[in-house]
């Protein structure tokens, strides 16, 4: 299994400040065939199921706002949320699809 | 618009068997692979498995493969989970999810408890 770390595991914000989760994997998720790296980044809002954020490590979803900004390469891969909002208050999960996907333990988004 | 919704979740005893069902609409359902994720009362987010668009071929998370089946019925644009002897930790939001590496659509997800 590819092993997915997270952190920080809950986050208190106030809107407007820029946040930044973190997801390590235990192994490189960049294919050396196309340089591309198989990470995904999911939003989930209480009582809703998890939306796609990013995937490829930084491309945006359609209909994401810009943001949303997904970086990283190899074992190492951030999510930051500039001037967090209100609607942004949600659980927050990596996945890497490099090989059968596995999840990160989720970074819980709340307001300070 | 793409649509999954998800059924046959509920309360079974532990050795049970339970079928749960996805119907897809919005997209052509025979020209995806397709996918269960669950998710339990805590939260973790578990990749179950995935079938090919045709039916004739299967992946599973190694810890389930001997537990549970994935099958598709395309004429009736229908994704199934077999689960067999369920388990308490096998308690669960199970979601229905169309693949292309990340899973961009999923279905509302349906709650399978596992108690006696």
């Known amino acids: 299994d590819i092993v997915m770390t997270q952190s920080p595991s809950s986050l208190a914000v106030s809107a407007g400040e820029t946040v930044t989760i973190n997801c390590k994997s235990s192994?490189?998720?960049?294919?050396?065939?196309?340089?591309?790296?198989?990470l995904a980044w999911y939003q989930q809002k209480p009582g809703q199921s998890p939306k796609l954020l990013i995937y490829?490590?930084?491309t945006r979803e359609s209909g994401v706002p810009d943001r949303f900004i997904g970086s990283g390469s190899g074992t190492d891969f951030t999510l930051t949320i500039s001037s967090v909002q209100a609607e942004d208050l949600a659980d927050y999960y990596c996945?890497?699809?490099?090989?059968?996907?596995?999840f990160g333990a989720g970074t819980k988004l709340e307001l300070k | 618009e793409v649509q999954l919704v998800e059924s046959g979740g509920g309360l079974v005893k532990p050795g049970a068997s339970l079928k749960l069902s996805c119907v897809a609409s919005?997209?052509?359902?025979?020209?995806?692979?397709m996918s269960w994720v669950r998710q339990t009362p805590g939260k973790t987010m578990e990749w179950i498995g995935d079938?090919?668009?045709?039916?004739?071929?299967?992946n599973y998370a190694p810890s389930l493969k001997n537990r549970f089946t994935i099958s598709r019925d395309n004429a009736k644009s229908t994704l199934y989970l077999q689960m067999s002897n369920v388990r308490s930790e096998d308690t669960a939001t199970y979601y229905c999810?169309?693949?292309?590496?990340?899973?961009?659509?999923w279905g509302q997800g349906t709650l399978v408890t596992v108690s006696s």
């Open positions: 919005g997209f052509t359902f025979s020209d995806y692979w």
């Open positions: 192994q490189s998720l960049l294919s050396s065939g196309n340089q591309k790296n198989y």
């Open positions: 079938i090919k668009y045709d039916g004739s071929y299967t």
């Open positions: 996945q890497q699809h490099y090989s059968y996907p596995t």
């Open positions: 999810t169309r693949v292309s590496h990340w899973f961009a659509y």
């Open positions: 490829l490590a930084s």
